[in-house]
């Protein structure tokens, strides 16, 4: 059964810099999208970024563009995000997802990115704590 792993979090000061690994123990499909959610007691799941395993697109959402960057090294199955300039509103359970991706799926990516549904395999989760 494929394992999804997160790992990298901690407790960090504001304006540092953490970088989080999620590592894959196989992928059945030549086609996927790993995205990185994150939650709050109280709040929805919040999607924070997405990349694509056929063509590298990357996806964020507007609360981390230009701090948070995602990258994937498919020999490795694995994906890592590199957050910087961290804010106490960044502190949250991060979790890495896993999509397989038909073509419909991979055609719609751009919109859906950050909807839970596009994702067939989730993470135990990662603790991120922004404080000082």
């Known amino acids: 059964q494929v394992q999804v792993v997160e790992s990298g979090g901690g407790l960090v000061q504001p304006g540092g810099s953490l970088r989080l690994s999620c590592a894959a123990s196989?992928?059945?499909?030549?086609?996927?999208?790993i995205g990185w959610f994150r939650q709050v007691p109280g709040k929805e799941r919040e999607g924070v970024a997405c990349?694509?395993?056929?063509?590298?697109?990357?996806y964020y959402s507007d609360s981390v563009k230009g701090r948070f960057t995602i990258s994937r090294d498919n020999a490795a199955n694995a994906v890592y995000l590199q957050m910087n300039t961290l804010e106490p509103e960044d502190t949250a359970i991060y979790y890495c997802?896993?999509?397989?991706?038909?073509?419909?799926?991979?055609?719609?990516?751009?919109?859906?990115?950050?909807?839970?549904?596009?994702?067939?395999?989730w993470g135990q989760g990662t603790q991120v704590t922004v404080s000082s």
């Open positions: 196989e992928f059945s499909s030549d086609y996927y999208a």
């Open positions: 997802a896993v999509g397989r991706l038909n073509l419909r799926k991979r055609l719609q990516l751009s919109a859906t990115w950050d909807s839970w549904p596009t994702y067939d395999l």
């Open positions: 990349i694509s395993s056929s063509d590298g697109m990357t």
